[in-house]
């Protein structure tokens, strides 16, 4: 059994005093649902002298709707998003990305922002702190070598969270506060490919809201994985679609699982204005396998991986393009 | 790497557990399992991965399922805790319990109370749950004995006679 290590929990009320408490404490860190956290500060993983908990801000646990969109506090928990009925109504992608993370105890107490801010995985990483030690520490923490590509400069873990794509397809904002004042940015700055240093938030910042449009397109997330619950992505798929007449109109996929970042496929208007027939499935699949780069952080081999991110793909363009599946079932 | 620090400060939390008011002296970093099993002695909430994977130690906070293992005692201030020892009534086994006795839902027993305060999350929620809600609700917590069949029939039986 490892030990927790000790420290202290603020429960700020408001933005201000979030950001207030995480300058007077230079050693702390943020922390909503803490699924995911608390399973790493016992691995050693980090050693914060106060958790900063943002759960006691009322405005980062509403759903607000408009005309504009909807916007969702960042504390709100996965099994409040994928109850609201007006998420139901219009985001069946993010209701499937919230239901496929961890098991209902998990959604409970788990966030939409923190699952957006997830730490990335490797199985040089999430271990224990002996396993670690007796392996050699990794580049991601307290080593120099990354035991994935010994020869490469960076780190490789892989980002795990199942709500950002689901996001991405839809082109969300998020809005961030911190210590040089509030910006809104879209989804994907939040990110870089690598696993080391994945989150372009300076320090002191946080997620308070993500902004959704209002009028999205017919989407759907879908993930690969070990176990049928409690289990990371060994790669997930979000799919945005929309046909006419039996043409692709419009699409948008993006990827969980296979890179240190959650990322948008580039060059996908190639494949619309076109009918979904076996030639563009395979276009589809190629396209995939061409930017997805799974490296060797999960117990499953890297180029399965880069397969079945392919196969995702085509097998929810299918559905939402209307096409008879042979094979529907979710992986 | 541990650096030396002030040791942290305890704090008196107050909330509810099965149903009476508790008032407890813990540190902030103190989990609700360690404070269940080892402050206030009540065993039934097991320990198993202490990784949030396999739900042994799944309490309701709330009605709601959660981790004991993943969740800090500081959390459940104000809120209200139920284990599974608080699912007798005057000393006789609630009917989920008696059902899980009866089908056979139990042998090892290490994912017994787990299992059954999932199953009664989502009895309160859902009286009346078809087998793929209760294999949804229980989807995080693992038994190595039973292969299921016998847990679900268990939560079944417990639905079927339910008001």
Known sequence: MEIMPRFDVLRPTSVAAAIDDSRRCQASRFVAGGTDLMVNLRHGLGTPETLIDLRHIPELREISAGESGIAIGAAVTLADLAANPEIRQRYPAIVAAACAVGAPAHREAGTIGGNLCLDTRCLFYNRSAWWREANDFCLKHQGETCHVAPTGKRCHAAFSGDLAPALLIHDAEIEIAGAAGPRRVPLADLYAEDGAAHLRLARGEFLVRIHLPADPWPAAYAKARTRGAIDFPLAGVAVALRAEAGKVTGLRVALTGTNARPFLLTGIEALENACIDAAWLDRLAKLVQKQVSPMRTTLLAAQYRRRVASALAQRLARALGGMVTENSTAA | ?163
């Open chain 2, 1 to 163: 790497m541990q650096r030396d620090r002030p040791s942290p400060r305890t704090h008196i939390r107050a909330f509810r557990l099965n149903g009476r008011a508790r008032e407890i002296l813990v540190a902030d970093s103190e989990l609700l399992l360690d404070t269940l099993r080892e402050a206030l002695g009540l065993t039934g909430t097991k320990q198993g991965c202490d990784g949030g994977e396999c739900g042994a130690c799944t309490v309701l906070i709330d009605g709601r399922p959660r981790l004991a293992c993943l969740t800090r005692t500081e959390e459940c201030a104000g809120h209200d805790v139920e284990t599974i020892e608080g699912l007798a009534e005057n000393g006789r086994m609630s009917r989920l319990q008696r059902a899980f006795h009866e089908r056979l839902g139990t042998q090892c027993g290490y994912c017994t109370p787990g299992m059954i305060i999932a199953a009664e999350g989502l009895l309160r929620r859902d009286p009346a749950p078809d087998e793929t809600a209760i294999r949804a609700a229980l989807a995080g917590n693992l038994c190595r004995c039973t292969g299921y069949v016998k847990i679900i029939e268990a939560v079944q039986e417990a639905a079927r006679g339910a008001p």
